[in-house]
């Protein structure tokens, strides 16, 4: 065994399904290793951004590790964006970059790709991956292997492993089993005792799901946990799409002022708001109609456990769910949620084409053929997914990136399903060329574009600003020569249509570009802009 394939079949033992990437001169030898081997199936994409999201949606999607594997300097720092969100919104990605090798670091000679120094890029990704190792040693590969690899899975963020080019072949043991984290079973006790006595004395508790739910598999124990409890369960902004397919007593997605009313009051004003794997950031809660005071919230997050003023350091999300499970019996369930209502029954007529219309016409293929997984980018797009049925999804509800949705789209692609990719014109100009990728791996996403010629969430801050305009492009003109079908839909009428055609049509991506007059979004952005408006604006001005 080399160290390339041990470091492959330690991947795929810990949960990757498939590696996404683009060669280069330094990557060249540890490419050419993962294809001959076959021990993980390789998509090579066209931008290495479209690598890090699809890497990033991937792990999200199938609950494993994803992998991204690029070269040095050019490659690895185009990715950066890409990974600095998936550390942000905590997605476990394993960045595999290739390295100059020991004699080309020791010639004196400044190297192609090299920034500032040959250790520029090793302390760039300090900032943004939770774990780093450079492979310099075949010797003690496999134990620094199983250390990061153990810590993208315990923190659930990206690492960083730097393979010199001229070690990829060396000889070297397979890397043993992950090393157990070590966990306290009485503070686990302790602290999943003090929970339960919070919920049973509060008088309107809540259950806020967020991301690390589906970061750490523990979505089913969820579920039946809520049920046990008899309370009601929503989901943060970010965690849209958690509990699509368990039976929870989920009434939707909290929101604040840009939300249900009804959820929003719930969650504001209840006395035991218990907040499991919730990332406490300004798209979840920065429009909130009333503060929510967090000293009398339970806040599960990160490892650790706040109660109030009490705090348990190295408590493992699921540890703690389980902890909970064995002290709460079943009486079945408690609590039977009214289902939300969402907009179906497009109407097909020549009216023009909103936000609305497509979350609609989105719901009504759902209600025929079943649900789908969603990949979205962000900006209006993001909003208007959340008017459609709740379903798997994934999109980049915090670090708010642009270009996430078409490369995401295309790893969930790789894991077997067809999405339903909703992306913005702006957001398409970006990464939406690597659509031209899926006639070598035989995939078929439905890709709608919400295309106004604008950047239409900028404009709704500022909509003074010209350089929000955007020009016509014509994406669905382009679709044939990217190896799918185009259409460009201008009415209810014909964007139903289209849907139509789309999921009948089966082997080459379909693209409907849907053409939405300027200054039309939907409710819920309008909601959540003069939200934000609102609660920005300085006291002596309302």
């Known amino acids: 065994m080399n160290l390339t394939t041990a470091l492959l079949h330690a991947l795929k033992a810990n949960g990757a399904k498939q590696i996404f990437g683009i060669p280069g001169d330094f990557a060249l030898p540890y490419f050419k290793i993962i294809e001959e081997t076959g021990i993980l199936p390789l998509y090579t994409f066209s931008h290495e951004p479209g690598v890090g999201f699809a890497a990033d949606a991937a ?53 192609h790709h090299q920034a500032k120094t040959l250790d520029s890029q090793y302390r760039i ?109 929503v989901t943060s902004f970010m965690g849209r799409g958690l509990l699509a397919d368990a039976n929870a007593p989920l009434l939707g997605t909290y929101m604040g002022i840009a939300g249900d009313p009804e959820i929003t009051q719930l969650v504001e004003e209840s006395d035991g708001l218990l907040l499991l794997g919730v990332i406490l950031s300004d798209t979840n809660f920065a429009v909130s109609q009333k503060r929510i005071d967090w000293r009398r919230t339970i806040h599960a997050f990160d490892g650790a456990v706040r109660v109030g003023h009490h705090h348990y350091p190295n408590i493992p999300l699921d540890r703690l769910i389980d902890a909970l499970l064995a002290r709460t019996p079943d009486h079945g369930n408690r609590f039977q949620p009214a289902k939300r209502q969402y907009p179906t029954g497009l109407s097909a007529d020549d009216g023009e084409i909103t936000p609305q219309a497509i979350a609609t016409a989105v719901n009504d293929l759902m209600t025929t053929h079943g649900k789908v997984p969603l990949a979205a980018d962000t900006g209006d797009c993001l909003f208007t997914a959340m008017d ?48 031209g990728n899926c006639r070598r791996y035989g995939w078929d996403p439905i890709v709608i574009v919400l295309n106004n010629a604008s950047w239409e969430m900028l404009r709704a801050f500022q909509p003074e600003s010209h350089f929000n305009d955007l020009d016509d492009w014509n994406f669905a003109a382009m679709a044939a020569g990217m190896g799918g079908d185009g259409m460009r839909v201008r009415s209810r009428r014909e964007l139903k249509a289209a849907l139509d055609r789309a999921w009948r049509t089966r082997g080459r991506f379909q693209l409907i570009e849907a053409m939405i007059p300027r200054g039309v979004m939907s409710p819920t952005l309008a909601r959540f ?11 002596s001005a309302t």
């Open 125 to 233: 990704y300090q900032e943004i991956t939770c774990d780093q190792v450079r492979l310099d040693d075949p010797g003690t590969a496999p134990k620094q292997i199983a250390r990061v690899l153990a810590n993208c899975k315990r923190h659930s963020r990206p690492v960083y492993i730097e393979i010199p080019r001229d070690l990829v072949a060396a000889p070297c043991e397979p890397v043993p089993a992950l090393p157990e984290a070590t966990v306290d079973p009485e503070a686990i006790a302790a602290c999943a005792d003090e929970v339960l006595a919070r919920l049973k004395q509060a008088k309107q508790p809540v259950l806020l799901v967020g991301v690390e739910v589906r970061r750490y598999g523990v979505e089913q124990a969820v579920a039946k946990l809520a049920a046990r409890l008899g309370i009601p369960v």
């Open 388 to 435: 459609i049925v709740h379903t798997a999804m994934v999109a980049p509800g915090y670090y708010a990136t642009m270009g996430f949705g078409v490369p995401a789209g295309l790893g969930i692609c790789a894991c077997g399903e067809r999405p339903i990719i909703l992306v913005g014109d702006g957001a398409f100009q970006m990464t939406g060329w690597e659509l």
């Open 59 to 111: 792990a999200r999607y199938h609950g494993g590790l994803g992998v991204a594997a690029v070269t040095y300097g050019a490659g690895a720092l185009n990715m950066v964006n890409a990974v600095a969100s998936a550390y942000a919104e905590k997605s476990p990605v394993v960045v595999i970059s290739g390295a100059p090798g020991a004699h080309e670091a020791s010639s004196g000679l400044f190297l």
């Open 529 to 539: 802009v003069a939200g934000v408006k609102r609660l920005s604006m300085p006291k």
